[in-house]
């Protein structure tokens, strides 16, 4: 693809020519669509346009600065030249990502130094990284001209999750390619043992314990606990027939992926590192919002907080939950609430792509945790906590240099009836809105047995001509106004005493029931 006329003058005939040329061929590699994304210096790529609009942005406002440098323009059908040392499958950058997130940047043989260099526990647990990084680099037999163990495990484990087999399937493949291979092989036979293996770079996650009424998490001040001190339930699933504790099966487990290392990660790959900066010189122009950052929050945190907007690198987050049916199937009440956090320093068409949606918690359950959340939620807020206080070191892969990365929870996003749980508003009966709280206008149907929400025209200015119609409305000439919102300061100051007893109510004590033998003397009394 010609590209010499982009630094031409946008006056010159070769300007327009070459303009032309190139929306005419992006239309016709793409498969002679009508239109295509503009490149000039407002759309930046973010929006179709038709061809005849797209070549008068090129010749009036210009190619985006960045789009201009690209050595390659994939968003317009030019596909790229892989050299010799690209021609990595997917497993084998995976490997080198998870691998350089353990070492020094341009070092990669000496592992990165702890801040106490004569902690013998961190130096064992280096060598130990390292030892099992040697053991992934080995071949997968003696004569393996193409595979390593760590290739080959990551390209078998890929195909495990995207044809969906079942791990007894997968187990009996396991066995069936050890057996083919030499013996010398280092295959493992079995799902578990590769999830062990692969547990090691990064895919895994730590399993919490809960109590299975949702009281609390068996970790910190509770790890050793064998019963809640709450409920008194037990912490090991009980058998319903029998009533015996199965020690060492826990009755509810919490699944949570740690932030901080997986944050590391994505600035140990150049490309991702670049992508992560995109907010910072992209933002619009023109008060058009395209992208978070063109938003009055995004303003709000630069503006209170200057030294973290300084920082192009720091996280802009958003939090998202709801329950879900991992069975897909309609007649069985079972609810799974995966929590998944929204990076927003990338494009608005990467940042909602699922392969950057990070998954950090499954909440089990049967049952939804509702205002019990809050007990699960503990790891992944202390985390965001300590990366918005004090930040973790990280690598800068693109840059090329070591700075403290933190991160902020801009907001949260779900749908109302999650909006109750997670935030813990009331979302129905006489204070179901979360903005009104104590105020909210409501009046019980009594034949229909429901709350339903009137009196909204108050939200008009006072001399609105619908606050007078009363045929349209509910026959009533609306004459209130709407009360102040409160602010997040006056909430907390409402709220900042209240304790929270969580967990599921327990059973109340009923009346004590009288014995067999009380009656039986008090009939005999009654006989004499």
């Avoid at 490997?95 to 130096?123: I, M, Q, R």
């Avoid at 578990?192 to 910190?220: E, P, S, T, V």
Wanted: proline share 5%; hydrophobic share 30%.
């Amino acid at each position: 693809m010609d590209k010499s006329w982009v630094w031409l003058p946008r006056t010159s005939l070769e300007y327009e020519q070459g303009a032309t040329d190139f929306v005419n061929g992006s239309a016709k590699r793409l498969g002679d669509l009508p239109n295509i994304l503009c490149p000039c210096l407002d759309c930046r790529n973010l929006c179709h346009q038709p061809l005849s609009t797209t070549l008068d942005h090129l010749v009036i406002r210009g190619m985006d600065q960045k789009y201009k440098r690209s050595r390659c323009w994939t968003k317009h059908g030019e596909k790229r030249d892989l050299k010799v040392g690209d021609e990595q499958t997917s497993e084998f950058e995976a490997y080198e990502l998870f691998k350089t997130a353990f070492f020094d940047g341009e070092d990669n043989s000496v592992p990165v130094s702890n801040k106490d260099e004569n902690d013998a526990t961190e130096n064992e647990e280096d060598s130990e990284f390292t030892r099992k990084l040697r053991d992934a680099e080995t071949p997968l037999y003696n004569t393996c001209p193409n595979h390593t163990k760590v290739s080959a495990v990551m390209s078998l484990y890929r195909i495990k999750v995207k044809s969906r087999m079942s791990e007894n399937y997968f187990d009996q493949l396991l066995k069936l390619v050890h057996d083919m291979l030499p013996e010398d092989n280092v295959l493992p036979t079995s799902t578990d043992g590769m999830k062990k293996f692969l547990k090691i770079f990064g895919f895994g996650y730590d399993n919490i314990h809960a109590c299975k009424n949702d009281c609390i998490l068996y970790r910190k001040q509770y790890a050793d606990l064998t019963s809640c001190p709450r409920c008194n339930a037990s912490r090991w699933e009980v058998d319903k027939h029998t009533r015996e504790e199965k020690n060492g099966i826990p009755a509810k487990v919490l699944r949570y992926f740690p932030i901080k290392d997986r944050f590391r990660r994505m600035f140990r790959s150049k490309r991702m590192a670049e992508d992560l900066c995109w907010h910072f010189s992209n933002a619009s122009g023109d008060g058009t919002m395209r992208h978070p950052c063109d938003s009055l929050t995004w303003a709000q945190i630069n503006n209170k907080w200057p030294q973290f907007a300084s920082e192009k690198r720091n996280l802009r987050l958003g939090l998202s939950t709801d329950g879900m049916n991992p069975f897909s199937i309609q007649n069985t009440k079972y609810s799974t609430w995966p929590v998944m956090l929204v990076n927003y320093n990338m494009s608005p068409t990467m940042c909602m792509k699922a392969d950057n949606i990070m998954l950090t918690m499954l909440i089990p359950g049967p049952t939804a945790p509702s205002n019990n959340i809050d007990v699960y939620l503990q790891p992944l807020i202390e985390d965001l906590h300590d990366l918005w206080s004090e930040g973790i070191e990280v690598y800068d892969a693109f840059s090329k240099e070591t700075f403290n990365l933190r991160a902020i929870l801009m907001w949260t996003i779900t749908d109302y009836p999650a909006l109750g749980t997670l935030a813990g508003c009331k979302v129905k009966g006489k204070q179901a809105c979360n903005v009104c709280g104590k105020d909210t206008p409501f009046r019980w149907l009594k034949f229909s047995r429901k709350h339903v929400y009137l009196c909204n025209r108050r939200r008009l200015r006072p001399g609105h001509p619908y606050r007078r119609r009363r045929s349209w409305f509910d026959n009533t000439v609306e004459e209130g106004t709407v009360p102040r919102i409160q602010s997040g300061v006056e909430i907390f100051e409402q709220l900042k005493d209240l304790r929270n007893d969580f967990g599921r109510a327990l059973a109340k004590k009923g009346k004590r029931k009288r014995s067999a033998g009380l009656c039986e003397n008090d009939e005999l009394s009654d006989e004499e």
